[in-house]
């Protein structure tokens, strides 16, 4: 099992309080999107037919979904190995329990291997100081001051994604052009310059725009055999002309 399926098998999201079933179910169907399955609720509000309507095909994990009358009882029941606090409200040097990490920091610093629970506070009022206080590390979003508070589900969609930004796309045909693809790229590129009747000292400019472009631009193994081709076109109507 490769990083990113070892963190779907061991990250926990735990919803503390949901105050509507609607965002139950929301926050399920982005759990789903990047393929975790475990959701934990915290004396939650009543589950009634909007939550498996805004699931959609993320039902089994509403069905699934752990309930606890208190944060406290979960911890105790299922001891993570690392908590995570969300808060729409960071901290400063003077509020050190509020101190965030940016999403891409908490991806770096998850261990795929350990348990993680990773908590989402209520609507209103998000997490208590009391509460994230139990917290081994606190995520926050960078966000606008003039309204700085998120959607939980937005949130959420943003703190799985740093977390698995690195996972291969689930298709085919996107490796990216080996250096010998891209070199071969550059060496047919300068063929054809050589028989494009212009000073010498501008081929050499734009040989080595091209090679810039090249460098800086993600090109797929196939783009890379389709552009080979084109240049190689071009390069033999050249000759004939």
């Known amino acids: 099992m490769d990083k990113y399926g070892m963190l779907c098998e061991n990250i926990m999201v735990v919803f503390v309080e949901p105050e509507t079933p609607g965002n139950i179910g ?5 759990m789903k999107n990047f393929g975790m399955e475990r959701l934990i609720l915290i ?32 911890l105790k029941a299922l ?10 409200v960071p901290g400063g040097s003077y509020n050190v329990e509020r101190i965030p990490l940016r999403p891409s920091q908490l991806s770096e ?12 506070g209520r609507e209103g009022d998000g997490l208590s100081n009391n509460e994230i206080d139990l917290c081994d590390v606190v ?13 939980i589900t937005h949130a959420a969609a943003i703190i799985f994604y740093e977390i698995f930004r690195g996972r291969e796309f689930p298709c085919e045909g996107l490796e990216e052009a080996s250096g010998l693809e891209k070199n071969l790229l550059i ?3 300068d063929n054809v ?3 494009v009747d212009m000073p010498e000292h501008k081929r050499r400019v734009a040989a080595r725009v091209f090679r810039n472009i090249l460098g800086r631009a993600f090109i797929t193994a196939r783009e890379a055999h389709t552009l080979k081709g084109v240049l190689r076109r071009i390069k033999n109507h050249l000759k004939d002309v």
């Open 187 to 189: 060496d047919e590129m």
């Open 79 to 88: 001891n993570p190995d690392f908590l995570v606090g969300t808060t729409g």
């Open 193 to 195: 310059l050589s028989l």
């Open 43 to 74: 004396n939650p509000c009543r589950l009634e037919d909007e939550a498996y309507y805004h699931a959609m095909h993320a039902r089994s994990i509403v069905d699934n979904a752990e309930v606890y009358p208190s944060l406290k009882e979960m």
């Open 26 to 30: 929301f926050l399920a169907r982005t």
């Open 139 to 151: 995520v926050s979003i960078p966000t606008s001051r003039e309204y700085p508070i998120m959607n």
């Open 109 to 120: 610093s998850l261990n795929p291997s350990a348990s993680t629970a990773i908590l989402f």
